[in-house]
């Protein structure tokens, strides 16, 4: 560990030279392989990757390898430098860290500490992983590199030896720069690298809540707690990037990395990363079953996409204290490919044989006097033929008869994928029905009326 910190270091002496010159903008300015131009500043788009911690092998990807903003994703490689650091001897938890005016300049999420205060290195990582303290990061990097540019060098070097080849730093915190970009399956294979390189260190991202001088303040991943498994890793959120998490889960020892950027809200990324890992895990049980199948083929839910819903405000990370998002009453996506919304589970409801045809109901007519008086649809499935999305309809009337036989069950088609939808439900009736099926580990969509 120590000589690849004395390689670094050595590859990094003339970028440290010139990052002080007045020719020299920065430190990556002397790097030839970081001539990665910016994206363009268009609306975020969705990237995803869902990897075997243990073996790497990717499980699921979509659009894995396009350059996406990082945002506060960034502090993940500023603490992996953090805790090479500290394993080599460079560093010790109890060291101090002054801020300088520079660090204290920083725009929010921060600690707020003025110029000359100071907190230790195990203070300051807490700050990292849970507060998403941009102040913080650049102290961290004058204390490590001398500087953030130099060490957003350090970041960047690093990163390639880990194999995160469309990677580039210029700051430590991941607030806006254009130049600044990652991917989906880099970002992942950063989360692998630390709880593989650094496990001593990797409980803090599991941490739920930090106090430093009399202040709590909880961690921004809302899946800690709230989805069984989850240990980490890290959320990010500016106003380029949409909303972003890095987030690990183990269950029946099997530990899954999850990876979803781009996202329009903090409600619509946690649904699709905690989707995303629940399907992981079910098909790595039903892999070891002897299935031959794949994420793709059982994930219903369609990539969250639509406009940001925040105000503009780029703080480098995505705390919405206040803001109430029901994700179930959000509309599905106004176009898609049949690729992105694929037969969602379908053999989780019947075992391996289709079912028939249904007839029609004689006793039909006699629902309609039945059915609530209301607009709301409840989404049961997309599919890629219409004799799917109707055996769907009536399987799910048939097992869950209870909240659906007051409904009209339905087939539309939209960009060639043909979805299974109930309507006439109250948004109560819907929100109830619709959890019913998620209860079963079942998909389900509430889409509310216009």
Known sequence: MFERARRLFAALGAAALTAVS???????????????????????????????????????????????????????????LTFEALSSG????????????????????????????????????????????????????????????????????RAQELGMANTRFVNASGLPDSRQVSTARDIGILSRAVMRDYPQYYRLFNQRQFSFRGTSMNNHNGLLGSMPGVDGLKTGYTNASGYNIAVSAVRDNRRLIAVVLGAPSTAKRNNNAEDLLLTGFDVMTRRERGEKITIAQNLFEPEPVGPIERPSVEQGDGEQDGLRIVLASAPPPASFSSNDFVDPRRNLLRGSQSAPTPKADPKKAQKDDKKPAGKWIVQVGAFKSKSLAKEQLALVEKRFGKHFNKADGDTDSIGGTY????????????????????????????????
């Open 419 to 450: 979805r299974a939808r109930f309507s006439g439900f109250t948004e109560s009736s819907a929100k109830g029905a619709c959890g019913a099926l998620k209860a079963k580990k079942l998909p389900c969509m509430v889409v509310k009326p216009g």
């Open 22 to 80: 007045p020719l020299a903008t920065s430190a990556q300015a002397q790097i030839p392989y970081l001539s990665m131009p910016s994206l363009p500043t268009t609306a975020p788009k969705y990237a995803a990757i869902v990897v075997d911690a243990k073996t790497g092998e990717v499980l699921y990807a979509k659009r894995a390898d396009s350059p996406r903003y990082p945002a506060s994703i960034t502090k993940i490689m500023t603490l992996y």
């Open 90 to 157: 460079r560093l010790r938890p109890e060291d101090t860290l002054i801020i300088s005016p520079r660090a204290a300049a920083q725009p929010p999420t921060k600690l707020g500490l003025s110029p000359g205060e100071s907190l230790t290195v195990n203070e300051a990582m807490q700050a990292l992983a849970i507060k998403s303290a941009n102040d913080i990061a650049v102290a961290l990097a004058e204390k490590l590199g001398g500087s953030e540019a130099r060490f957003a060098a350090m970041m960047t070097l």
